[in-house]
């Protein structure tokens, strides 16, 4: 069983930098492909970003590529998510995932965290 924890959520304004964190326990961390997702009121759940075992090589939504970077810590069982330059539409539910293949699909992760919120004011 994969436990997920995320953290780092908050409140802050437009342009300003949040780092999310996501400690996974219970398995071998470096088995898995991780991802980050967000949900935003009302919305469905979209993938933002993922990254590949190793943390070689990574991928990006659109809307964030430039602003967002992932990065693991195998040794730490850690995946990160530094979001800068936050705008309002960053505003959502970001979870973390963790699966076998990587892929911007949410289908093919196996194992989902609870949540953090992170609030972007105008």
């Known amino acids: 069983q994969v436990q997920l924890v995320e953290s780092g959520g908050g409140l802050v304004q437009a342009g300003d930098s949040l780092r999310l964190s996501c400690v996974a326990s219970?398995?071998?961390?470096?088995?898995?492909?991780m991802g980050w997702f967000r949900q935003a009121p009302g919305k469905e759940r979209d993938f933002v970003a993922t990254?590949?075992?190793?943390?070689?090589?990574?991928n990006y939504a659109d809307s964030v590529k430039g602003r967002f970077t992932i990065t693991r810590d195998n040794a730490k069982n850690t995946v990160f998510l530094q979001m800068n330059s936050l705008k309002p539409e960053d505003t959502g539910v970001y979870y973390c995932?963790?699966?076998?293949?990587?892929?911007?699909?949410?289908?093919?992760?196996?194992?989902w965290g609870q949540g953090t919120q992170v609030t972007v004011s105008s």
């Open positions: 219970g398995t071998t961390f470096s088995r898995y492909v």
């Open positions: 990254i590949s075992h190793s943390g070689r090589n990574t």
């Open positions: 995932a963790a699966g076998g293949t990587y892929s911007s699909g949410s289908s093919v992760y196996d194992y």
